[in-house]
């Protein structure tokens, strides 16, 4: 089988736990990292240019969207955020499984420029457990958590466009099930090498 | 997630060890179980009705392909074979995932009438691994030897219509991978519950 990684798309309410996953997966395995986005957004304070972001000028995210480089972008208000093609698929071809972090919408963009990527939607157990990590966090009002609450009811009549939705219910167990489509989707047939094999 | 049963439809040319990989899925798992097919063969010494197959007349067979009852079936010479629709969908409905061992054509069928059902190749290591495995087995002449190698090419084209394809070069692997292939099936979104994870 091609030994070329694999790119992981990750999405998820706010609360489901999908940083802790992704951070989880590069602990567990050296081959896999997260992609890193560029952005028209100034620096923050210790923000490092090529480790937490490409930081680019405006006219040149615009040439990388003109020029198709960009596997996804999204404006939010006055500053471009993107996924380079160029650099998730270098990593790709060195045999690294790459993953983002990225919305509905980013990962719909993915699927339609690069059907191999895998849709990974990770939901929380439960609303209920939802509304209490939400609350014990402490960022938000009572209303704006039922609002939330209200928009991940809605998105999750949307999670059939995902390849596969993982419940976070034991952070281990999510792992194991996230490591498990990794292997099951390198056992894709597209990736059999048909010469390879008559050749050996 | 929906504790419903998998169908794991398991194909591949002799000798790329589909039968140790079902027998070893069996013994690694209690809750995995082979479909039982009926057939309107004479039974052989020593078969039982409903163990190794369920027997039936020719005119109750063809009764059950009318009625649209089979997965799918075939006529080799004189005698049918099928697998039971009601049998399989039983066992997935108390939560056992089912595997069925059957040729491309009976895979095809099954993907027709059971989408859900997920199709496995078996593929040996390579082409001559595969001589060596079927010129040991002393069964076949050197001709019917290399007859067969070229139809395994030659079905090995048409793989694209699978699923997954696991490559037998070691069996505790290939079984690890056959049981990732599993749990990652069990997270699709089509077996999500959202009405439960609304009221819990």
Redesign the interface.
């Given at each position: 089988?091609s030994k070329e990684g694999l790119l992981l798309v990750i999405s998820g309410p706010s609360g489901a736990g999908k940083g802790t996953i992704c951070q989880g997966l590069l602990k567990r395995d050296e081959s896999i990292c997260l992609s890193i986005s560029c952005t028209t957004r100034q620096p923050r304070t210790g923000e490092q240019d090529g480790v937490n972001y490409f930081f680019l000028k405006k006219g040149d995210f615009e040439k990388l969207i003109e020029e198709d480089q960009l596997l996804e972008y999204a404006q939010v208000y006055d500053n471009y955020y993107g996924t380079p093609r160029s650099y998730v698929l270098d990593k790709l071809q060195r045999g690294e499984d790459v993953i983002l972090e990225i919305d509905i919408q980013g990962a719909m963009q993915i699927k339609q420029k690069f059907p191999q990527g895998v849709l990974v939607?990770i939901?929380p157990?439960?609303?209920?457990?939802l509304r209490e990590r939400l609350t014990k966090r402490g960022t938000d009002s009572m209303e704006s958590i039922e609002k939330r609450l209200h928009s991940v009811?809605e998105e999750?009549?949307h999670?059939?466009r995902?390849?596969?939705?993982?419940?976070n219910d034991n952070l281990e167990q999510a792992l194991?099930?996230v490591?498990?489509?990794i292997?099951?989707?390198k056992?894709?047939?597209?990736?059999?090498d048909?010469k390879?094999?008559?050749?050996?």
């Open positions: 089988m939607f939901v157990p439960c609303l209920s457990i009811c999750l009549t999670t059939e995902y390849d596969y939705l993982v419940v194991d099930q490591e498990a489509i292997r099951a989707e056992s894709r047939p597209y990736r059999f048909l390879k094999f008559m050749k050996c």
